[in-house]
């Protein structure tokens, strides 16, 4: 088991100290993450940072959830697929 860190990162001017099994190089990459994407929002009119927050983390969750429904596709793609190549090796096989 990996022992949990104390990484301090600066979230929209918020000091935070969060304990992580992580690398404090990925969690420093994570909130320079969410900061872009407030940003981004704070630059197409999203003045209320708490908005431009809850804006970023309802389209970060729309990304990971739709990530999630791709992956689950193309698993059962692949499932297919690999049904029918078992398929055909076993048309291919002489019989025992």
Do not use: C, H, W
Request: aromatic share 4%; glycine share 4%; net charge negative.
């Amino acid at each position: 088991m990996t022992e949990r860190a104390r990484v301090d990162v600066t979230l929209l001017g918020q000091q935070l100290v969060i304990r992580t099994e992580a690398s404090p190089e990925y969690v420093k990459t994570l909130a320079a993450f969410i900061e872009e994407r407030v940003a981004t929002l704070r630059k197409s009119g999203v003045r209320d940072t708490m908005m431009a927050l809850t804006l970023a983390a309802l389209d970060i969750t729309d990304e990971l959830f739709r990530a999630r429904q791709d992956r689950v596709r193309d698993d059962a793609t692949l499932r297919t697929r690999i049904a029918g190549m078992t398929s055909m090796l076993d048309e291919a096989l002489p019989p025992e």
